[in-house]
């Protein structure tokens, strides 16, 4: 914001000569809520927003959440499909460390088994290196090699609990590091799949944060059926015209 305000910054480029890192996933979400069902929507969509604040492979992984979230509404989704929808647009190492994440969550079914493998897979994709706390000197610079690491470990969460938001989000919380992180993701993408939030863990945090967790939600729903709708609108349109283009033969 402070390259924006003061330097002027293009808003689309603000983001190169920041630190390279998950802030610009954290808050992509509801860029695939309002996308649902359609990742690669959400995935440009996400690039975009995130541009002001991310580059290189943090905002590739902004896109890729939200193309996760995007994918996890569609009709029927699972893990799987999830995973599959992100690895047909993730792009250079984000694509391959969820490549590698994915794979080795696959061979498990509780999250305790699954932390040091998923740690083992996401490291040579990792900058900031084995020390959270004293990071690399590599860390959080720009890379096409390189990935965050919260967003492959989210997913791989999301694999090895099933698509349980419960199981994925007590994994991620006991993974370590930049947990809370990877717990945020794995939630978003379990939610979106369906599988409910556990009704006192929502009135525990409601009552201490002093927050209403439903209103945002049913303001986060409206925006998305106002989005859908013009969208269809603009799509009728350009199928107007592009029937015009092609002459009579064509408009049937």
């Known amino acids: ?19 390279v890192n998950c802030g610009a996933a954290m ?13 690669a929507g959400a995935y440009a969509e996400a ?25 996890a509404c569609a009709p029927g989704a699972t893990p799987d ?27 498990h079914t509780d999250f305790e088994s699954a932390l040091r493998p998923l740690r083992e897979a996401v490291a040579p994709y990792d900058t900031v290196g084995p020390d959270y706390r004293a990071p690399s000197l590599g860390a959080r610079r720009p890379s096409r090699l390189h990935a965050i690491e919260e967003l492959p470990v989210a997913l791989g969460m999301v694999v090895v609990a099933g698509g349980d938001f419960r199981h994925a989000v007590l994994g991620a919380v006991n993974y370590g590091r930049d947990c809370d992180s990877i717990a945020t993701m794995a939630g978003a993408v379990t939610g979106a799949l369906g599988s409910p939030v556990p009704e006192e863990w929502a009135k525990t945090v409601a009552e201490a944060s002093r927050l209403d967790l439903l209103e945002p939600a049913a ?16 799509r009728r349109s350009h199928e107007r015209a592009f029937a015009e283009l092609g002459g009579p033969e064509c408009s049937g």
């Not at 927003?49 to 994918?71: M, P």
């Not at 303001?219 to 603009?234: H, I, K, N, P």
């Open 47 to 71: 690039l975009d927003v995130a541009g002001a604040h991310q580059s290189s492979y943090g905002r590739e992984a902004a896109g890729v959440l939200a193309a996760a979230v995007a994918a």
């Open 27 to 39: 808050y992509t979400a509801p860029v695939g809520l309002v996308n649902a069902a359609h990742p």
């Open 219 to 234: 303001a986060l729903t409206e925006v998305a059926r106002e989005v859908f709708a013009r969208d269809v609108s603009r």
């Open 81 to 107: 499909s999830v995973v599959a929808a992100c690895l047909s647009l993730a792009k250079d190492g984000t694509r391959t460390a969820i490549e590698k994440v994915c794979e080795a969550a696959s061979r």
């Open 1 to 19: 914001m402070a390259r924006i305000h003061y330097g002027h910054v293009d808003p689309r480029e603000a983001g190169v000569g920041n630190i």
